[in-house]
Nanobody, 111 residues
Framework: VQLVESGGGLVQPGGSLRLSCAAS????????MSWYRQAPGKERELVAT????????SYADSVKGRFTISRDNAKNTVALQMNSLKLEDTAVYYC?????WGQGTQVTVSS
């Protein structure tokens, strides 16, 4: 099983980033997918989840209305569109499927 995140980087407050996660080694369409994040000195927290067929999504209160999770089961990918980024969104973002984790991608929001 592999989950490979990409798309992180440095962005100014109010900016946007799109994270992507490429999955392989399992039947992608059978699994709900999630994005988590972990800021320095803090516990890892759930950011967003999408059901296996993409019909249901849920978000942490802190990102509702700003982030959008989506998936493409034909391409085995899941994305996180992040808009109106805030300083407090700075963290390492991880892709997750059940007990499987990606290596993470750094998102830094700074002026």
């Amino acid at each position: 099983v592999q989950l490979v995140e990409s798309g992180g980087g440095l962005v100014q407050p109010g900016g946007s980033l799109r994270l992507s996660c490429a999955a392989s080694g399992f039947t992608f369409s059978r699994y709900a997918m999630s994005w988590y994040r972990q800021a320095p000195g803090k516990e890892r927290e759930l950011v967003a989840t999408i059901s296996n067929l993409g019909t249901t999504t849920s978000y942490a209160d802190s990102v509702k209305g700003r982030f959008t999770i989506s998936r493409d089961n034909a391409k085995n990918t899941v994305a996180l569109q992040m808009n109106s980024l805030k300083l407090e969104d700075t963290a390492v973002y991880y892709c997750n499927a059940a007990r499987f984790w990606g290596q993470g991608t750094q998102v830094t929001v700074s002026s």
